[in-house]
């Protein structure tokens, strides 16, 4: 899937993925795909419900190695 922006959030715990989503998003064109990688095993569950929260939409999500992957559109 192609994103307009990658965001690292490897290694971190929650909340940090989700604040960091928020900036990175927040500085995006709306209908803009952010991609970001977590390794937060709650970040599934976050990310959903932050997105829908937000009025974003959370289009796919993925683990590869150990990562995971989540592309949300900015609403």
Do not use: R
């Amino acid at each position: 899937m192609k994103a307009d922006k990658v965001l690292d959030a490897k290694g971190l715990a929650c909340p940090m993925p989700i604040v960091k989503t928020k900036k990175a998003i927040s500085e995006m064109e709306s209908g803009q795909v952010l991609e970001i990688h977590a390794t937060d095993k709650g970040a599934k569950n976050d990310f959903l419900a932050w997105a829908k929260s937000g009025g974003h939409e959370l289009l796919s999500d993925t683990e590869e190695d150990h990562v995971l992957k989540f592309w949300i559109k900015k609403g």
